[in-house]
């Protein structure tokens, strides 16, 4: 059994999205992303399905042209592949599910690149 806190040592930085893995388990990576408001995360695909969970805040997320806003506890899926973006409406954290076969470096190298 692990145990972790989306809520709890929150370090938000002015100039980049923070991001941090704070739980691995056999099936899934769990992802917690600072976003300031106004940040952006450019367009970009996974090659897995992910889960996006707004923790607190609210974003505009774009999934293939079109736009849907995120409320504080809103939950999402996404299929593989699709062309998706993130840009903060608010201070927002989220907690993105990645499966246990894809990378964080892959969404460090997406934040690095916005």
Known sequence: M?????????????????????????????????????????????????????????IDFGVEGTVHVLEQGDIITLAANIPHDLLAKSDSIIRLTLSKLDAAERVEKVVADS
């Not at 992303?33 to 805040?57: D, N, S």
């Open 2 to 58: 692990q145990k972790i806190s989306f809520t709890e040592n929150l370090e938000f930085n002015d100039k980049k999205i923070v991001t941090q893995v704070l739980l691995e388990t056999s099936f899934s990576k769990e992802i917690r992303i600072l976003l300031k408001k106004g940040q952006l995360m450019k367009e970009h695909k996974a090659p897995f399905p992910i889960i996006v969970h707004i923790v607190k805040g609210s």
